[in-house]
């Protein structure tokens, strides 16, 4: 029997990525200041885990950390803690390994700042907190399919067997996108090493170990990777938000 719903009440986000790709914007400021139908990267992050119910944002900070730190000064949901990379890139593991102590040790949110989604229905964070299973699961991640991305220009990432569970789709065509956000349990990082490393390498120690799912969202998944992909996001945006009305 599954267990009852677990909502998380914290969430990682990355955002200390260097956003090399964003130049010349991301010569002054950082990628996740970025502004999508005004509203910054970061931001439609954090909305979305406010609506979600989630109580605290360990937000990590390493380019031009000072930017980030003064915007999310004001923001009164979810609390903000600010994990500091300055000394060294981490990547998306290595920042996660370094914030556990800030986590906890409960299943937790990780979303990724530079990339974001317009909901069609049911929220898809609420979702993916109703399908955590933590009897079988260490990771389940939001999932999308081609057809629903913008500014998706490489290929897929995960084949979905009928339980949920995932392979690497080794750019299959018929694969999902990993859509950059998750819920993760923490003793996945058990004896885990510091220092700059992926979660791909949790990615394929779950896979390995059978707890690897995946749930597909519904609605608009939007990456904006360089400048000139700034007016087909926005483009995007309009669309799903007419849509959803």
């Known amino acids: 029997m599954k267990p009852p719903t677990m909502r998380p009440k914290t969430a990682m986000v990355l955002a200390a990525g260097l956003g090399k790709r964003m130049r010349p914007i991301t010569d002054t400021m ?11 990267l970061l931001d439609w992050g954090l909305d979305s885990l406010e609506a979600a119910g989630v109580d605290r944002a360990i937000v990590n900070v390493h380019y031009l950390p000072e930017q980030i730190v ?9 609390k903000i803690v600010i994990s500091d990379e300055r000394e060294a890139l981490l990547e998306s593991a290595g920042g996660i390994v370094k914030a556990l102590p800030l986590l906890g040790a409960e299943p937790f949110y990780i979303i990724n700042s530079d990339t974001f989604w317009i909901d069609s229905g049911q ?11 933590s ?8 999932l999308t399919d ?11 990432d995960f084949l979905v067997a009928s339980d949920g569970a995932l392979r690497r789709s080794k750019g299959d065509p018929t694969g ?24 791909n390498v949790y990615f394929d120690k779950a896979i390995a170990a059978g707890r690897l799912f ?16 700034i007016p087909a996001a926005e483009a995007a945006v309009a669309a799903a938000l007419a849509k959803a009305v």
Do not use: N, Q
Request: hydrophobic share 45%; net charge positive; proline share 8%.
């Open 30 to 40: 950082p990628k996740p200041l970025v502004k999508i139908a005004g509203k910054t």
């Open 70 to 78: 003064a915007h999310v000064a004001g923001r009164k949901a979810p």
């Open 123 to 133: 929220p898809s964070l609420e979702r993916l907190a109703l399908a955590w299973d």
């Open 135 to 142: 009897t079988r699961m260490d990771i389940l991640l939001m």
């Open 146 to 156: 081609l057809d629903s991305a913008t500014g998706h220009c490489v290929g897929t």
């Open 176 to 199: 999902l996108i990993y859509a950059g956000a998750a819920i993760i349990h923490p003793r996945i990082f058990k004896d885990a090493p510091t220092g700059s490393h992926s979660l």
């Open 214 to 229: 995946g749930m597909k969202m519904h609605g608009r998944w939007i990456t904006v990777g360089t400048p000139d992909a």
